[in-house]
């Protein structure tokens, strides 16, 4: 039963609580780039959940063991790099072959992600916070949950945004980074939720 | 001392090296074998992803080309040139393409066109459009909210400060996006080569549409009565004008008592070779405005009245006619 709350816990903190784009500011290149259409942005959160599941996974792998019994811990973040570049290269591929209609829909986004500091960042924290294997992995998916979210409800607004009469010198970026500043302040009303 | 050093040298050499071995044998293993042609095809296309033609994107029609479901024509953008090698790879012969472009069939911008209330919703015309047909008097008139400039892929549409959009006939391709999304059909994707269209596509007559317009046809038929190559035929009291049989001379553009026939060409005239010309009077024959002034077996002169419609350029026999730009 506590491990179940734990788990509960950093799901609910990873999505909502320590929202990455929205509380970490991790990941905002593409939550700025790919945020006009809410079709774009839910292929991109589809995107970023599948890459960060599978990074906290094998990063954790690396970690525990090669990194930690060869004494080399300090490399990790070039070896996570290192290990994400490929991995999401090779899924890719394998996409690619194996099922075209997913490739198609998730395709164009996989390789916009493959350095991103989120995904990065999610691999870098499970270690820092010295989670076990299924505790990484719940907080890759959640972390990768609460990008979505986020991502889905700002390209929501852009697509409003983008019918309203807006003052000019706000047209465009200006607008935008106002509207997710604003969203990230409504988020920090989850502090405390955990 | 060296030790961190060369197991951090190993550790990312390793990583690195099975890493590239992994991937260089799922690329072989996981190779999608893409038909050559459609490639090459492909290649062909413009490139630009508009959808005009139906497909989703240059990669879709290139996979129907070459599996026989679409023409080549279906490409609105694809140059003469690039359809010929298309049908090269293809094997199949493609026709003539007619260079096509969009033009705005809408002359009502604010002070001509009323407004029957004021509008403030969303800025887009679909969702102008929503409320009881638009805000514009006219049911036919663009409603200048520019829907049509933020699906153009090509850049070439902007809204004027008069309420109307603009297109840039340079940048125009002719696929035909705009034309779908405007809920007016104040578009339409016409040949290039004709250069005199009809700025209005409201089907009234008279009072219905000068209560609503300043600017709008109110099918009066005085260009179908002018036209000296009988070109222009009324439908649905809008003149239609007939590509083949107009020459551009403009006569329906000047004599419009609305102004509503547009032109985009520069303006031509005739110019007669006083060293060729034999005073044969051909010429003047065949100028339906006789603008063709001369004696017999004198060389002839070219009035003002000329209007560049180039029929007697076709019926000198010693070539002695060329059309010249008017200025």
């Given at each position: 039963m506590d491990t179940f709350i734990r788990i509960l816990t950093i799901l609910l903190s990873s999505i909502?609580?320590?929202?990455?784009?929205?509380?970490?500011?991790?990941?905002i290149c593409p939550f700025l780039g790919v945020s006009k259409k809410v079709e774009t942005a839910v292929g991109m959160g589809m995107a970023v959940t599948f890459v960060m599941a599978m990074a906290s996974l094998i990063t954790w792998l690396v970690q525990y063991f090669i990194l930690v019994p060869l004494g080399v811990e300090y490399m990790q973040t070039i070896a996570f790099i290192l290990v994400i570049a490929a991995l999401v290269q090779l899924v890719e591929m394998m996409l690619q072959k194996t099922s075209p209609g997913l490739y198609q829909s998730l395709g164009v986004y996989l390789p916009l992600i493959t350095t991103n500091c989120a995904v990065l960042g999610v691999a870098i924290l499970n270690i820092t916070e010295q989670y076990n294997l299924v505790e990484s992995l719940v907080n890759g998916v959640g972390g990768a949950l609460g990008f979505t979210l986020a991502i889905v409800l700002f390209a929501g607004i852009r697509e409003r945004l983008e019918l309203s009469a807006i003052p000019k010198p706000f047209q465009g970026f200006p607008i935008a980074l106002i509207t997710a500043s604003l969203m990230s302040v409504a988020f920090m009303g989850f502090s405390g939720l955990v | 001392m060296f030790e961190p050093i060369i197991w951090s040298v190993i550790v990312l050499g390793g990583l690195g090296a099975a890493f590239g071995v992994m991937l260089g044998v799922a690329a072989k293993k996981f190779a999608v074998k893409k038909d050559e042609r459609a490639v090459a095809v492909r290649e062909n296309l413009p490139g630009a992803n508009c959808g005009g033609c139906g497909y989703p994107g240059c990669d879709g029609l290139a996979d129907a080309l070459v599996a026989g479901k679409a023409e080549v024509s279906a490409c609105a953008v694809v140059s003469q040139e690039n359809a010929k090698k298309i049908g090269e790879i293809l094997g199949i012969s493609v026709g003539e393409l007619v260079p096509k472009v969009a033009r705005i069939m809408c002359l009502g911008s604010e002070g001509h066109c009323k407004n029957k209330f004021e509008y403030d919703g969303a800025l887009d015309c679909r969702a102008a459009y929503a409320i009881a047909g638009g805000f514009r008097a006219c049911k036919f008139a663009c409603l200048g909210l520019g829907t049509c400039a933020k699906v153009c892929k090509f850049d070439a549409i902007t809204m004027g400060p008069d309420g109307i959009a603009f297109i840039d006939e340079n940048k125009c391709t002719g696929c035909g996006r705009c034309v779908e999304q405007c809920p007016q059909s104040s578009i339409a994707v016409l040949p290039k080569n004709v250069d005199v269209y009809v700025g209005c596509t409201n089907t009234g007559r008279g009072r219905e549409v000068m209560e609503n317009c300043?600017?709008?046809?109110?099918?009066?038929g005085k260009c179908a009565n002018l036209c000296p190559f009988g070109a222009i035929t009324m439908e649905n009291n809008l003149p239609v004008i007939d590509p083949e049989k107009c020459r551009s001379c403009w006569l329906c553009v000047e004599q419009c008592p609305r102004k509503c026939i547009l032109t985009t060409k520069s303006d031509m005239r005739a110019k007669i070779n006083p060293q060729k010309c034999v005073g044969c009077h051909l010429c003047a024959k065949a100028c339906p405005f006789g603008a063709i002034e001369g004696e017999l077996k004198m060389t002839h002169k070219i009035t003002d009245i000329c209007r560049g419609c180039g029929l007697c350029e076709e019926a000198c026999k010693l070539g002695a006619i060329t059309m010249v730009p008017k200025s």
């Open positions: 909502l609580v320590n929202n990455f784009v929205l509380s970490r500011i991790l990941g | 300043s600017a709008g046809c109110i099918g009066c």
